[in-house]
Every structure is written in C-alpha cells, then in structure tokens.
C-alpha cells in the first residue's frame, strides 16, 4: 500500500525519521525544535523528553557490542588454552604409562628390537597431542552472530528505528506492540526509513509478557520502556535475554517509588520505599532489588552497568546471567533502611553474610539489628524501607567507555549536552557508597546557616573519609563517613557560627547538646572539588521548559486542576481543542453503531 506523504508531516530524531498524521502531534519534541505546540495535542506524549533516554540507550548498545565481542574472543581463547594443556597432560601421562612397559621390553627383546619401540613411543606423544586440540576446535562455539534486540512496547517504532540505523553491528530489531494502529504506523514508518530498516526492523502484533515467554533466551538485548511500572513485564523479561545480554527498563511511576504510595510499592516492587531526600537513588535501587528477585527465580541474577534518574523517570541497564553458585551471593547485596523520623541520620542492615573457613564459604543471615529503638543521635524512632540493592549501580568501566563514545560522537546524538552532563556526574559518584545526605536538610535539623559545599566536602576529607556529589540531586553528597562524624563536623560548624536557643525536645537540640568527639577541620581540601567542576563542566542542565513534568495519559481528559502542572493557557487550549473534535468523535461512533 503506496502512503501518500501529504496527509503526514515527518518529525526526525537522529537518523531515523516517522510519519506523524498532520493532526496528531503526539509525538512531537520540543526538546529538539523551539517550536510551540497547543499542550492538548500531547496528552499522550510520552516521547516528548525520551530522546534523553533513546541517546543514552543507544550510547549503551554502541558500548555493548565490541564489549560482547571482546568477551567471546576471550572465552574462546580461554578454551583454547584449557584444552592445549589437557592434552599435554594426557600426553604426560600415556608417557609415563609407557616408561615401565618399555624397561621390560628390553630385558627380553634385543637391542635392535628395543630402538624400533623407542621410536615409536616417540613419535606416538606428538599424534596424541594433535588429536584433542581438533576435536576442541570443532566443538568450540562458532561464529558470533550480531546481537538481536526486543522492543517490547514499541508504539510507533521510533526507538526501534533508531537502533537499526544507528547502532553499527546490530542484528535484528523485533518491535512488539498489543495494538494494531500502533503495529500499523511501525510498519509505516520502517517502510518509509528504506531498505535497512526493512531489512533490519521487525514489526509484530502481540502480548509482550506473552512473547518473551515463548522466546527464552533469544535475544541479547531487551528494551522495556513502558508507561508507568514495568512490573508486570519483569518475570518474562529476565527470561528472554540471554547469558551475558542486556536488559533496558525504564520506570515512570515515581510517586509510588518515592513513598507516596508505599504499600502500592510493596506490591509492585516487593519493597517498602522512605520518603528521604534520596528517595530517587531508593527508587533505582528498588527496582534492581524487584529485577535481581525475578532473575533469581530462575537461577540468575544481574550485574548493573548504568542506572540514572532523569527528568521524571528512572532507567536501569543490566546485564543477565545465568550461575546457581553466583545466585547465592544476592543477600550480600540487599539492605534493609533505617531511617530516622526526626534527623537525616539513615543505616543499612544487610540482609546476609558471608563466613569463609578454609576453601570454603557459608552463607548466613545479617547481624541485627544495626540501630537501637531510638535514633542515637536525636533520640526518637525509626521508619525501616527496603529491602533495595545496595551493591554498586553503575559499572565505573562502562561508564568511562560510553562517555568517551558519546564524546567522540556528538553529532549523533540530540539530547548530546545532557547525556553528557548526566555521564560526567556518573563517573564522579562513589560506586560503593548507598544512598546520599542533603547538606540543606542537616542545616535545618540544626537550624544553622549552612556551610558552604566546599566546606563541609574539605570537612570530610579531612577527617579521613570520601565524599561525592550524586547525578540525582544537586544538593546530595554521597560520603562513607558514619552519621556519628557528619554531626560531629555540623557541631564543629555551630560552635563558630551559633544559632538561637531552641526548644530542649526538638531534634537540633538533643543533637547540638552533646560534645564532638572529632574536631573538624575546615580548611580546604584539595580534592573538595571534583575534576569536572574544576573545568567548569555543566553538570545539571536546566529544565527545557516551563511547567516540565510527565503529561497525561493518552486518552486522558484535561481539567482545570491540571493547571499547575500544565500551565494555564494549556488547559484553556486543551478545552478548545476538545470541544472541537467532540462532534466528529460523537459522530464516528453513532455511524460505527449504525454499521453494527
């Protein structure tokens, strides 16, 4: 079927390009065009901040693919290696078999006899040794194929087309949707991209959860990007990739995530979320925690390369493998939070434990409780979260390589200053350290002017220990300093810049009437600056617009109390638009009525 061109406008993203029907805009970007569009026409526009997440994507597969290859060389030439000095074991030993054969040949044999047997013996060691090395080279796995690639909710195909064209040694795409005008505009638009992405992009109509089933370990990439918890798509998805492969999911219900619901949280995820201000890095690490429980079902489990908070969503990459003995390690990196009502001062209780005893390891349960009834800081309760991941988030590796190839690549990627931005801020949080404090939010347990970062980063590396910034929040300061000696360094801090007498009960006084034991230094610390901001690289973009923030779900009607996340001329060009195509929807379904 021919498409006539006049009856779409075609938006371009990358290097692929879709056509969009001249009176839907639901998929139009301002991120990448300066262009205003009436808000009613993006109800449904998910895709209007996912080039950020289809860059870094892409940024990823381009790191994958040589990274995969690397593997593969490795594990064939480890074999290789293994099964040389099998043979040359064997060999040794049909040598030393022989040795006591050929000394009773000879006390019955003549000279002449025993120099025959000599070289054959000889030359039978050389034969032996040729024979395993073949039959290992045969059996060795073959060539490796390109990478397949599931997109499991594809919609228009946009994301699908992009990884066909832009990522160099890709194999086949497989675009999944359960609705058939979305299947219909994804063949469309693979049509309109030309032969490679025919040739490449693979448009079906189906049930994901029941795709993946059916297809267990089939693909070395899965991309789950859907709206709102990607929950009910885990199970079948840590299936479907295979050894070594990538899984890609995205989480858009952060509300649930960050505490607002927590027993909805607990349903989905299977943890219980803290409403901290690190609440964001709990929201990753609960959905590594829900992901590795799911892959652990069927004797896998995950290695994370790169988990990032953007906008208002979350993204984790991570890799799936498949080793009942490597399963056993999961409660080493699971944590239950304790988290204080009235300070900022949080714990971690590891759910296992390790005891090594000769060559061998038993796994046990945590010590605990970590903390006592009330907080030893302020002296009132404690909220318990979790269990989440707290083994490292992102692969520090990774992270430099796909920096470097992004870097080195700029101009295929639109969402280029951002991504950067992100990456960079990645690559200087410490791998090891679960969770972050807010400086602002100390101040005002205290109630105290605040030092400045500097001061208080100095602060800390003075007295012995790390600290960070974190990509999900400007202000969070990630540090392995227990809480004893950050509120030893804030007491420090008031000593010389005092503060009112407050009420004996509240927090900051309990805190502030107990003596530090370490006296801070405050000079300043080499390293209290990161490298990135030493050359004054951005780190945290603005926002690209106004009232920035998930819009409705398609199909969703805008009201008047929708004006705060939207703004208000939004509302009243929403309204506009609806009462103008009522009419014509009221019509279609009395014909369709009528036709029935």
């Avoid at 964001?280 to 790169?306: C, D, F, G, Q, T």
């Avoid at 796909?402 to 080195?408: C, G, N, R």
């Avoid at 679960?434 to 400086?439: G, Q, V």
Wanted: charged share 25%; proline share 6%; hydrophobic share 35%.
């Amino acid at each position: 079927m021919s498409i006539d061109v006049s009856d779409y406008s075609i938006i371009k993203e990358g290097e692929a390009e879709i056509l969009m029907h001249a009176k839907n805009e639901v998929f139009y970007n301002k991120t990448q065009d300066s262009l205003m569009k009436p808000m009613s026409l993006q109800q449904g526009c998910k895709s209007l901040v996912q080039v950020n997440n289809r860059d870094v994507s892409i940024a990823v597969l381009r790191a994958f693919i040589p990274k995969r290859k690397q593997e593969h060389e490795a594990k064939l030439s480890k074999r290789a290696k293994a099964a040389k000095k099998v043979s040359e074991e064997n060999a040794s030993e049909l040598l030393a078999e022989e040795a006591p054969a050929e000394s009773d040949m000879n006390d019955e044999k003549s000279n002449g006899e025993c120099a025959v047997q000599k070289e054959t013996s000889l030359d039978e060691p050389h034969c032996i040794s040729e024979e395993p090395i073949g039959t290992v080279d045969e059996k060795g796995p073959g060539e490796l194929k390109p990478p397949r690639v599931l997109e499991a909710l594809s919609a228009s195909g946009l994301r699908a087309l992009r990884y066909a064209r832009e990522v160099e040694g890709i194999g086949q795409v497989v675009a999944l949707d359960n609705d058939k005008v979305s299947v219909e505009a994804c063949r469309r638009n693979i049509k309109f991209n030309g032969s490679v992405a025919s040739s490449k992009v693979d448009s079906q109509l189906a049930d994901a959860r029941v795709y993946m089933l059916t297809h267990p370990k089939e693909f070395d990439v899965v991309d789950l990007d859907p709206y709102g918890s990607p929950s009910v798509f885990l199970d079948s998805a840590v299936q479907c990739v295979a050894d070594g492969g990538i899984l890609m999911c995205t989480a858009t219900d952060m509300a649930v995530l960050c505490g607002s619901n927590g027993e909805a949280c607990y349903s989905k995820y299977g943890s219980y979320p803290l409403r901290g201000k690190y609440c964001h890095e709990m929201a990753l690490r609960i959905l590594l925690a829900s992901i590795e429980s799911h892959a652990n079902r069927y004797k896998r489990y995950i290695v994370p390369v790169l988990s990032v908070q953007m906008d208002f969503y979350i993204r984790v990459f991570v890799r799936i493998y498949t080793s009942a003995s490597a399963m056993k390690n999961t409660p080493l990196k699971l944590s239950y939070v304790y988290q204080c009502t009235s300070c900022d001062s949080f714990h971690l209780q590891p759910i296992g434990r390790t005891v090594s005893k000769n060559n061998s390891v038993r796994y046990l349960p945590g010590f605990g409780p970590v903390v006592p009834q009330e907080c030893s800081d302020c002296g009132k309760k404690f909220n318990m979260g979790g269990p989440i991941w707290s083994a490292p988030i992102h692969d520090q590796e990774w992270v430099t390589s796909i920096l470097s190839d992004v870097k080195s690549m700029k101009d295929s990627y639109p969402a280029y200053n951002r991504i950067v931005a992100v990456l960079t801020t990645i690559l200087e949080e410490l791998p090891d350290v679960p969770l972050f404090l807010s400086l602002h939010n100390l101040c005002a347990t205290l109630k105290c002017t605040s030092p400045s970062a500097v001061i208080f980063r100095s602060a800390v590396l003075n007295a012995g220990y790390r600290i960070s910034g974190t990509h999900v929040n400007p202000l969070g300061m990630k540090t392995d300093a227990p809480m004893d000696v950050i509120w030893d360094i804030m007491r420090c801090w008031v000593k010389n810049h005092p503060v009112k007498a407050q009420q004996p009960d509240q927090s900051g006084s309990v805190i502030l009437a107990k003596e530090p034991v370490l006296h801070a230094n405050f000079a300043r610390a080499v390293a209290s600056l990161s490298k990135a901001q030493t050359k004054k690289v951005a780190r945290f973009l603005p926002n690209p617009e106004r009232h920035w923030g998930p819009k409705l779900r398609a199909g969703r009607q805008v009201t008047s109390k929708h004006v705060s996340l939207l703004g208000p001329d939004a509302v009243n060009g929403s309204r506009n638009h609806q009462e103008d195509e009522e009419p014509n929807s009221k019509r279609q379904k009395t014909d369709q009525a009528a036709v029935a």
